[in-house]
């Protein structure tokens, strides 16, 4: 069973940048897709983007497309989220995933392993 540990989440302005980090256990990670999820207070949790496993594809939630980057770096078995511009609507507990193969990766369903979370804070 792989371990997921996300990292670098805290408080910044609105318009600020953070990148978080999500390491893994294990010596697989090289050979899934990964995703981003969010989960706002009283919100379900949403699906911000994904990588496929070797980093050659992305795709985003339409309303961070332009401002978030996922990024994979499997010599390190890492997957980043740099997120910039941030806005107050941005602010949420982030959350990294494993994707198996043959899902699509867009709904948190389709994922296997999930790490803690790490808030992200965005103040307006």
């Known amino acids: 069973q792989v371990q997921l540990v996300e990292s670098g989440g805290g408080l910044v302005q609105a318009g600020g940048s953070l990148r978080l980090s999500c390491a893994a256990s294990g010596r697989t990670f090289s050979i899934y897709a990964m995703g981003w999820f969010r989960q706002a207070p009283g919100k379900e949790r949403e699906f911000v983007g994904r990588?496929?496993?070797?980093?050659?594809?992305?795709y985003y939630l339409d309303s961070v497309r332009g401002r978030f980057t996922i990024s994979k770096d499997n010599a390190k078995n890492t997957v980043y989220l740099q997120m910039n511009s941030l806005k107050s609507e941005d602010t949420a507990v982030y959350y990294c995933a494993r994707c198996p193969h043959g899902n699509r990766g867009l709904s948190a369903d389709e994922y296997d392993s999930w790490g803690q979370g790490t808030q992200v804070t965005v103040s307006s």
């Open positions: 990588i496929t496993w070797n980093g050659g594809l992305t």
